[in-house]
């Protein structure tokens, strides 16, 4: 009997309690979590090639949604990306569309949410993601 490949999700967050409480919940959900508190450490970790990017939007280096436009538009990055922070919703929606974003959760959403749309997404695979955004 072969085992299931668990999926990895990197999740780029300043926060080191976002990150220890986003890890425990995603490993339960059974992903592998990948934590990246800056951008040296999301760079090191992208050359574990994750199945699914989390990005927080305010950083101290860089705003998420700026990453994400550069993953997108200069490195050509398929896998799904996730928008995750405190901002008002209107505002991630705007920011999510306009970095090509797959979506975007409200921290305030909770944690909950961020696992069951990162499932969503790793089910549904890039190829759909792109499909439906269209």
């Known amino acids: 009997m072969t085992q299931a490949v668990r999926k990895q999700v990197l999740v780029l967050d300043d926060s080191p309690i976002v990150l220890e409480l986003v890890g425990e919940a995603l490993e339960a959900a059974g992903m592998d979590f990948l934590a990246a508190p800056d951008l040296a450490a999301f760079e090191e970790a992208l050359k574990r090639q994750p199945d699914l990017l989390v990005i927080d939007v305010n950083m101290p280096e860089a705003y998420g949604d700026d ?33 090509r974003f797959d979506g975007y959760v409200s921290k305030d959403a909770g944690i909950a949410a961020l696992v069951q749309r990162a499932r969503e997404l790793l089910e549904e695979g890039p190829a759909q993601v792109r499909a439906l955004k269209r």
């Open 67 to 99: 990453v994400g436009a550069v993953l997108r538009d200069v490195r050509g990055v398929k896998v799904p990306i996730l928008l995750f922070s405190s901002l008002p919703e209107s505002q991630l929606a705007v920011r999510a569309a306009e970095g």
